[in-house]
């Protein structure tokens, strides 16, 4: 069965400081791989995604995200962190076995951004 | 494009009332998702829509739920009757894409309180 996990309730960063949210997955078959952003009392927003091509994905607001196939993983970086940046991550994949594309979800990583 | 647009924004009802929770995706998008997201559950798939034709409603926990799309601008969500336990945050998204593909661009979000 398809698995999203990302092991972190919350990561707490200084501002200035590098941030990383970690995303790990299973599934059949090759990942498509996707990161939202949930601002409170908004909907979720989309970040980026990796379907196919360079491991190295790169987003809105200045994030990137690494897909690592040996290690099942698509951590979502970014080099500097801002105050605002303080959020619902969620991390989320479906894949291309067979002929249902069904969306995982994570249960989130609230990121708490320290002035 | 104003996005996907979403009402009521709140919703305050009594065990046993009917709610009508609305969507409107964004023009052009083929697909229509509606979520439900709850601390303990994360966020859950509900049904979703192609060309405004139900797809895959399995997510739909019990007969008390029901969806419509009966023309591609306009959603309905509804719950008859209600419950405490369907106390959520409700979101439609709409997408150019299948499910787990492609950007989800998501509504603001209906906050259902069931006293």
């Known amino acids: 069965a398809q698995s999203v996990a990302q092991p972190e309730d919350q990561v707490n960063v200084a501002e200035g400081n590098p941030l990383t949210v970690k995303c790990t997955y299973s599934?059949?078959?090759?990942?498509?791989l996707f990161w939202y952003v949930q601002y409170p009392n908004r909907g979720l927003q989309f970040l980026l995604k990796?379907?196919?091509?360079d491991n190295l994905v790169k987003g809105s607001y200045g994030f990137e995200a690494e897909f690592n196939k040996s290690q099942t993983s698509f951590h979502l970086k970014k080099p500097s962190a801002l105050v605002s940046d303080s959020a619902l991550y969620f991390c989320?994949?479906?894949?291309?076995?067979?002929?249902?594309?069904?969306?995982?979800w994570g249960l989130g990583t609230s990121l708490a951004v320290n002035p | 494009d104003a996005g996907v647009i979403q009402s009521p924004r709140h919703e305050v009802t009594e065990m046993g009332q009917e709610v009508t929770l609305r969507c409107k995706p964004i023009?052009?998008?083929?697909?229509l998702f509606w979520y439900r997201q709850t601390m303990m559950r994360g966020l859950e798939l509900l049904i979703y829509?192609?060309?405004?034709?139900?797809?895959?409603d399995s997510g739909m926990p019990e007969d008390r739920f029901s969806a419509k799309m009966p023309n591609a601008s306009f959603s309905t969500l509804k719950i008859q009757p209600s419950e405490p336990r369907d106390s959520a945050v409700y979101f439609c998204?709409?997408?150019?894409?299948?499910?787990?593909?492609?950007?989800?661009?998501f509504g603001e979000g209906s906050r259902l309180t069931v006293l």
């Open positions: 829509f192609n060309n405004n034709v139900p797809i895959d």
């Open positions: 023009s052009g998008h083929d697909y």
């Open positions: 998204a709409s997408s150019r894409d299948r499910e787990g593909t492609g950007e989800l661009f």
């Open positions: 989320a994949v479906s894949s291309n076995a067979g002929n249902n594309r069904k969306l995982i």
């Open positions: 990796y379907i196919t091509g």
């Open positions: 599934v059949s078959g090759n990942p498509y």
